[in-house]
T-cell receptor, first 113, second 112 residues
Framework: GEDVEQSLFLSVREGDSSVINCTYT??????LYWYKQEPGAGLQLLTY?????DMKQDQRLTVLLNKKDKHLSLRIADTQTGDSAIYFC?????????????FGAGTRLAVHP | DVKVTQSSRYLVKRTGEKVFLECVQD?????MFWYRQDPGLGLRLIYF???????EKGDIPEGYSVSREKKERFSLILESASTNQTSMYLC???????????FGQGTRLTVV
């Protein structure tokens, strides 16, 4: 079946790197996503990676995909207090058809001075 | 900029009321989705639509229905609201074949 798992909480010091991990079960997934949700807000698409890629970098964000282990990670360099939010990992299975996404429970990132 | 707009940020309704949550997108997207978000459970898909008047059940459709009479608008209907439908509701849209899904700001519904 389709399932996405991620740890629920991560705490980092301002200026350090954050690494948020995610595992998924559907090997047919075409795209994998990271969304950010700030308090009281909707979801903001941070970045996504196509399943035939291993890595994608976008400014402070680095996404790593290990397709063999079905493991996705998001690294945030030089983490700032404004990065405090919930981060959702999502997969788009091939069987989804209409861009249906399967989400993890979300990782709450807390950045402290 | 893609915009997905949900009609209300906060709603308080009584048990048994019929509730309408509205969502409008301005990018001519074919696909629209309704999710609910609960702590520790992430987002769960209620219903989605891939064209006008077309709808498909998601993972948790019970107690909900939807309507898509126009391409830009997708409505979620709670026929008889219950307290276990207290949640954050998120609407999203995407283009057919497109990689990205865009979300609205969410509606926090409380049923008392």
């Amino acid at each position: 079946g389709e399932d996405v798992e991620q740890s629920l909480f991560l705490s980092v010091r301002e200026g350090d790197s954050s690494v948020i991990n995610c595992t998924y079960t559907d090997s047919s997934s075409t795209y994998l996503y990271w969304y950010k949700q700030e308090p009281g807000a909707g979801l903001q698409l941070l970045t996504y990676i196509f399943s035939n890629m291993d890595m994608k970098q976008d400014q402070r964000l680095t996404v790593l995909l290990n397709k063999k282990d079905k493991h996705l990670s998001l690294r945030i360099a030089d983490t700032q207090t404004g990065d405090s939010a919930i981060y959702f990992c999502a997969e788009r299975p091939l069987s989804g058809g209409y861009n249906k996404l399967i989400f993890g429970a979300g990782t709450r990132l807390a950045v402290h001075p | 900029d893609v915009k997905v707009t949900q009609s209300s940020r906060y709603l308080v309704k009584r048990t048994g009321e019929k509730v309408f949550l509205e969502c409008v997108q301005d990018m001519d997207h074919e696909n629209m989705f309704w999710y609910r978000q609960d702590p520790g459970l992430g987002l769960r898909l209620i219903y989605f639509s891939y064209d006008v008047k077309m709808k498909e059940k998601g993972d948790i459709p019970e107690g909900y229905s939807v309507s898509r009479e126009k391409k830009e608008r997708f409505s979620l209907i709670l026929e008889s609201a219950s307290t276990n439908q207290t949640s954050m509701y998120l609407c999203a849209s995407s283009a057919q074949g497109g990689a990205e899904a865009f979300f609205g700001q969410g509606t926090r519904l409380t049923v008392v």
